[in-house]
C-alpha cells in the first residue's frame, strides 16, 4: 500500500510540474480530460481490486509518458527528435510508441480489474483483449469529435496526424499490437492462477 501510495503522489508531483507552461494550453487542456475521468475511476478500481505493485507501476509509467505528451503534444515532444533523426522517420513517433504502450502496460491492470467481476480465467483474459482492442478504436473516434466539439482549430496539434492520412489507423494498430504482445506475455503467469497477484 505505501508503495502504491508513493508512486501516486510522485505522479501528482510530476503531472503538476507538467502543468506549468506547457507548449499549447489549449492542447493540454484536451488531453487531461482522459487523467479528470481516470484517475477516480482509478482510484475507485483499486478500492475494489487492490491492484498488484506491477500493475501500479505500469499505470504509473503510462501516466507520465501520457502527462509529458501532453506537455509538449505528443507530435512535438522533444525528447523523442534523437530517435526521429537517428533512424530518418519523416515524423515523431511517440505518439505511437505510448499507443503500443496502452495496450502493454494495461493489460494486467484492466486483467485484475476485471477478475473482481469475472472468476472465470480464461473468459477475464479474452474479454481484456477484446476490451483493449475495443478502446484503441474508440480512443480515436472520441479524440476526433473531442476535438470538433471544443477545439476544431487544435486538430493538427492534439490529433497529431503529422500530414499521415492513415494516422488513425496506424495508432490503433500499434494499441492492438501492444495488446497481443502482453497477452503473451502474461498468459502464463494469469491462466495458470487468475487469483495470483504478479
Same mark, same amino acid.
Given at each position: ?84 533523426? /537517428?533512424? &530518418? ?5 511517440? *505518439? ?6 496502452? @495496450?502493454? +502496460?494495461?493489460? =494486467? ?48 496539434? /492534439?490529433? &497529431? ?5 492513415? *494516422? ?6 500499434? @494499441?492492438? +499490437?501492444?495488446? =497481443? ?18
Amino acid at each position: 500500500m505505501k508503495q502504491k501510495t508513493f508512486l501516486f503522489t510522485l505522479y501528482i508531483f510530476i503531472w503538476i510540474l507538467l502543468a506549468f507552461n506547457p507548449w499549447y494550453r489549449d492542447d493540454w487542456l484536451l488531453e487531461n480530460i482522459l487523467v479528470f475521468i481516470a484517475l477516480p475511476i482509478l482510484i475507485w478500481s483499486d478500492r475494489r481490486t487492490d491492484f498488484s505493485l506491477t500493475s501500479a507501476i505500469m499505470l504509473f509509467l503510462f501516466f507520465v509518458l501520457h502527462a509529458i505528451g501532453a506537455h509538449y503534444t505528443y507530435s512535438e515532444m522533444p525528447w523523442f527528435s534523437p530517435i526521429t533523426h /537517428f533512424f &530518418g522517420f519523416e515524423r515523431n513517433h511517440y *505518439d505511437r510508441v505510448v499507443h503500443f504502450l496502452f @495496450g502493454f +502496460l494495461l493489460f =494486467l491492470p484492466f486483467y485484475e480489474f476485471f477478475t473482481s467481476f469475472q472468476k472465470s480465467a480464461i473468459q477475464t483474459f479474452l474479454f481484456t483483449i477484446i476490451f483493449l482492442i475495443a478502446a484503441s478504436g474508440i480512443y480515436e473516434v472520441i479524440e476526433w469529435v473531442a476535438t470538433q466539439i471544443a477545439h476544431p482549430d487544435l486538430g493538427i496539434a /492534439f490529433l &497529431g496526424v503529422q500530414g499521415d492520412p492513415w *494516422d488513425a489507423q496506424k495508432d490503433m494498430a500499434c @494499441g492492438y +499490437l501492444g495488446t =497481443l504482445l502482453a497477452s503473451l506475455v502474461w498468459s502464463r503467469p494469469l491462466l495458470k492462477d487468475n487469483r495470483t497477484k504478479v
